[in-house]
């Protein structure tokens, strides 16, 4: 009988939980936001005027997120450094440099699988901080007051709320930047182990001896490859730029336009989507730059 009245208490309690659920869900679409926030493809500027070259206009709201991601890992890497010193004093290590450790030797294996172990430790640096950098900015979108806490100003000539935050690698002008720093980080390791001979990659004019009567026919085809392989370096940047950046601001959109329509339970799956999400899109950078770099450092 005990037991029957538990299982009875049991069901009971979940129904409850169950139509307290649909009850919420069925309150966001009746009762629905009143105003969907304004969604701008650039950032906003806030309107904190400073006396520094490009800023006198305002700043934009994506920099004090980046800002704040780059001190926090700069901040996990300070105590991480601080954990190894004291279990090197004390030989016991601590559950926060363990965890750290993990993290590290994950990654670092993985990069060391797909380019080998002596390249593995010159990339894993870069690598490694592409990945956690857009890793927590992507994130950093789903924190509570990213795009609700802001001031009131002028945008596009009418009177908003300007976000004071906003996800870094929500911006085109974030990524892009990512994208430059990668392609010339690439064409850097292509001169270092290659030398000179990397500039046949994009400009050679020759071909093999033994041609025959093709020989100018080659040449000529040959430099026309190197020229698409030139331009493909700055599509590439293009291409890296907009990748990331397309996904992250869906996602953004996807998640304001979803809580302006629905409220509580719904707005929480697509959060867990975009956890997913933004940890793939942090990988597949890294993961292509990583493969960039291998491919710069080969002969041709």
């Given at each position: 009988?005990?037991?029957?009245?538990?299982?009875?208490?049991?069901?009971?309690?979940k129904?409850?939980?169950?139509?307290?659920?649909?009850a919420l869900?069925?309150?966001?679409f009746i009762m629905p936001g009143k105003e969907l926030p304004a969604i701008s493809l650039a950032a906003e500027l806030i309107p904190w005027h400073l006396p520094i070259p490009g800023f006198e206009n305002g700043i934009?709201?994506?920099?004090?997120?980046?800002?704040?991601?780059?001190?926090?890992?700069?901040?996990?890497?300070f105590f991480y450094h601080r954990a190894a010193k004291k279990a090197e004093e004390t030989g016991k290590e601590s559950?926060?440099?363990?965890?750290?450790?993990?993290?590290?030797?994950?990654?670092?294996s993985f990069?060391?699988?797909t380019v080998g172990k002596e390249n593995a430790t010159l990339f894993f640096p870069i690598i490694g901080s592409f990945f956690f950098f857009i890793l927590f900015s992507n994130w950093s979108g789903l924190l509570p007051g990213m795009g609700s806490i802001g001031i009131y100003g002028l945008h596009h000539?009418?009177?908003?709320?300007?976000?004071?935050?906003?996800?870094?690698?929500?911006?085109l002008s974030t990524t892009i930047g990512l994208a430059v720093i990668t392609q010339v980080v690439a064409q850097y390791y292509g001169f270092k182990f290659q030398g000179k001979r990397y500039l046949k990659k994009f400009f050679n004019f020759t071909a093999d001896p033994d041609s025959g009567a093709l020989k100018p026919v080659l040449s000529i085809a040959n430099g026309f490859a190197g020229i698409l392989e030139l331009i493909s370096e700055f599509i590439k940047v293009l291409s890296f730029g907009f990748r990331l950046f397309g996904n992250v601001f869906a996602g953004?959109?996807?998640?304001?336009?979803?809580?302006?329509?629905?409220?509580?339970?719904?707005?929480?799956?697509?959060m867990a989507l975009e956890l997913f999400v933004g940890a793939i899109q942090a990988l597949i950078f890294s993961m292509l730059s990583l493969i960039f770099y291998q491919m710069a450092t080969q002969h041709h």
């Open positions: 009988m005990e037991q029957e009245k538990k299982k009875g208490s049991g069901c009971l309690v129904l409850i939980i169950g139509l307290a659920a649909l869900v069925g309150y966001g934009p709201n994506t920099l004090p997120t980046a800002i704040i991601t780059s001190l926090l890992l700069i901040t996990i890497a559950r926060y440099l363990v965890a750290i450790d993990a993290m590290y030797e994950g990654i670092f990069v060391e699988t000539g009418e009177k908003t709320l300007i976000p004071i935050f906003r996800s870094p690698t929500a911006d953004e959109v996807l998640l304001m336009v979803i809580s302006f329509l629905t409220a509580f339970l719904v707005v929480d799956i697509f």
